[in-house]
Structures are given as C-alpha cells and as structure tokens.
C-alpha cells in the first residue's frame, strides 16, 4: 500500500491572541506618548480636545464612542504623565474593542500594519458571510506569503521553492479579527518582519503600475520589470482572490510609529486599490509568469526516501528529501538503471546521494529533469546516525520500495 509521505505544511498566520498575557497593558515606562498618540490616531481615535503642549483627550471611533475618553500626554515632560500613561493603558486593556486592542498590540510588539479592505455587501445586522471572511482571510495570507517568497529571491514564479522559509517567515506575524469580512489588519514585527513590510510595499505599486500600463496601451512589458520589485504569479493569484466577488478592494502598508520610516518610502501612504477590471490583466499576468519562468540547472544532495519502478530492471522514480542545492523540500527524479541502482545503495548504507539536473517549473519546481551523475556523498557519522533514523521512519510507514506498483507517483 502506498502512503503519502509526510510533508512539512504551512503554518497559517496566527490569529490575534486572546490569552490574558496581551489583556495586560504594556508599563506606562515602555511606552513612547508620541508612539501612542501616533497609534490611537491611526486606529480611528479622535483627538477631541486637552491642554495644548500637555495632553490630549482621545475618544475611540464609531458611534456612541462619547461616553469613553483617553487623556494622553504628549511627552514626559510633566510629572503626571506616567500617571496618565498607566490610566490611558488600563482603559485600553479594559474596553476590548479592535480600536483598543490593535493599539496595545502596536505597543507591546512595535510592528508595521498591512491593511486589507474589501468593498463587499454586508448581511442581516452588518454581519459578514463565511465564505466573504474566509476568503479575506486566505487572500491576506497570500499576499503575505508573496511577500515572504520576494524577500528570498526574485521570480515571476516561485512553485515549491522557498516556501518553507517564507512560511517561517509569518511565525510572528499577529492579525486582528476580521471586520465583517471586508477589513483585516495584520501586525508584522519590525525586529524580523521589515524586509516582508518593505517589498510587499513596493510590489503592490508595481503591480498598479504594471495594470495601469497594460489598460493604458495593451502591453504586458510591465509585469517584466516588476519582478525585480517582487511581483510574482503568487501575488498575482493573491489579488484576484482578494479582488473577486467584490466592487474592489485595497491594501496598504504603514510603518512602525515608533521605527522610522524605510529608506525611499514616504512617511504616509496611501492604500493601493484594484478592481474588478484588472482581473483580466492579473489572470493573463500569472498565467505569463507561470509560462515563462526558466527551469534552472542544479547540483543537489539529498536522502532518498522512495524508490519506485514498475519492472525488476530499467530505470525507476527516487524520491528525494532536499538537503543542500535546491529551495524545495522534496523533488522527484527519473533516473536510469545504473543511477537507481547506486540510489538503492546508498540509502541501504544511510548515505545521502548528489545529482545534477535541472528544476523543472512544470509542476511547481519539484521535479527534476536529465538528472544523471548520481554518487553517494559522505557525511560524519551524527549526520549519517540522522538520516538512518529518518530512512527507517520512512520504511516503518511503508513508503520506500514500491517497485511493481501502478499509479503515478503523488507529491
């Protein structure tokens, strides 16, 4: 019986945390009043008034907000302004509101914010169907993980490469609940997720830029030159999903109050919008990045861990978990009767094998074409003790020899 080997899944970006740890306000000593003033404003709050060079009250966004006020100060200048600092943090933790508690977040963990807003109809009492707030949900991640892939390399079109690494890439990010499935926001860590924050920045204008060109004049040149701005055919899918089904959608990036502002960016920006209408050019674009990415030519090591071929003799499928020389998890490979013969006595040695190749894009990256030169490679013994325990983990499941078996290999 065959089984399907397991692979390492992306993790989805975590939700915004309910524990009561993010209930507590952060020390009135950690916080900046400029930085806090800078959040409440940006979250919707109203300045309504204060002592001018002292401080300010703040009352939170939509209606019947006038019962609920913040006094903030301005700097620390005065000596109550740790007093009002603690009193401002404790009311925020106290209202639960996503006004309030996106604020705290923006406190406790100093992060650039990545806005999604869909113009969608609402239901019965403002309240948002399943399938609008799922599908909020899996585009933001998918312009996230877009992102993530352009901060490791630039391509039209990224298959399986990268994506354990962009996918670790999200372990911090924080997003807030969804509203009425046609706002999100997403918290990305300055400390680790700047570099995301950034080209996820650059390559929604591009992309604009890239969909404006082909309406203005018919061509797709654009979308060449903004690969290199980290618009690919994962971003691409990533903005039909969010655009689909809506009378359009927006998405902006805003940095940090408290980090600065990124070299060659505005300090405010405004939200990049796309519509209905440029769903034609996004599809005819991913369709274009998927045509026209290049296999590569490789030199890769890696455990074999399935071995398949349907007669005693000839050449047979190997299977691959990827240890050095390609950006994928595992690959297929074809290999003739010789090099599948020296791939079968190296795993029963608990030897890794190298074999050059090239990475096909058909299929995602995980294939490998002309392989040849297949020769085990050395390796100290923790290393080999390693890779025996995972050879044996993967016999125990039944997923190694499966020559005389029919069906084509699953990933």
């Known amino acids: 019986m065959r089984r399907r080997p397991y692979e390492e899944q992306l993790r989805e970006v975590r939700p915004h945390p309910d524990d009561p740890h993010w209930n507590r306000p952060p020390e009135p000593a950690d916080v900046d009043p400029a930085v806090l003033g800078a959040l409440l404003r940006r979250h919707g709050w109203q300045r309504r008034g204060g002592a001018p060079g002292r401080y300010g009250r703040w009352t939170p966004p939509g209606p019947g907000s006038t019962g609920t006020s913040l006094l903030v100060p301005e700097s620390r200048a005065f000596p109550d302004s740790d007093d009002l600092l603690g009193e401002a943090l404790t009311a925020l933790a106290r209202l639960g509101t996503p006004a309030a508690r996106e604020v705290l977040v923006g406190l406790a963990v100093p992060s650039d914010e990545i806005r999604w807003w869909r113009d969608v109809p609402s239901g019965p009492a403002d309240a948002a169907s399943w399938t609008a707030e ?192 390609a950006e994928v998890p595992y690959l297929r490979v074809t290999l003739d009767e010789e090099d599948y013969r020296i791939a079968g006595q190296a795993h029963l040695v608990g030897l890794p094998v190298r074999v050059h190749g090239r990475l096909e894009s058909r299929g995602g990256f995980r294939r490998l074409s002309s392989a040849s030169g297949v020769v085990p490679v050395q390796v100290d013994e923790s290393d080999r003790d390693r890779l025996l325990k995972s050879i044996q983990e993967h016999a125990e499941r039944g997923a190694f020899f499966e020559e005389a078996c029919d069906g084509d290999e699953r990933d």
């Open 134 to 325: 799922e599908q909020l949900r899996t585009a933001a991640r998918q312009t996230l993980l877009a992102g993530a892939l352009a901060t490791r390399a630039r391509a039209g079109y990224y298959g399986a490469r990268h994506k354990r690494a962009a996918a670790a890439m999200l372990e911090s990010v924080l997003v807030g609940s969804a509203e009425g499935g046609r706002g999100l926001t997403a918290f990305v860590p300055v400390g680790t997720g700047r570099p995301l924050a950034l080209r996820l920045h650059q390559a929604l204008y591009a992309a604009r830029e890239a969909i404006d060109y082909q309406r203005a004049t018919g061509g797709m040149d654009a979308f060449d030159g903004a690969v290199e701005a980290g618009v690919s055919r994962e971003l691409t899918d990533a903005l039909v999903l969010l655009v689909r089904g809506t009378e359009g959608a927006r998405m902006s990036v805003e940095w940090a109050p408290g980090a600065g502002v990124p070299d060659d960016c505005a300090s405010t920006t405004e939200p990049v919008e796309f519509s209905p209408g440029d769903l034609p050019v996004l599809r005819e674009a991913g369709a274009r990045y998927l045509r026209d990415e290049p296999s590569v030519a490789v030199r890769v090591t890696g455990a074999v861990v399935r071995m398949r071929r349907s007669e005693p003799r000839g050449e047979g499928a190997v299977r691959l978990r990827v240890i050095a020389g």
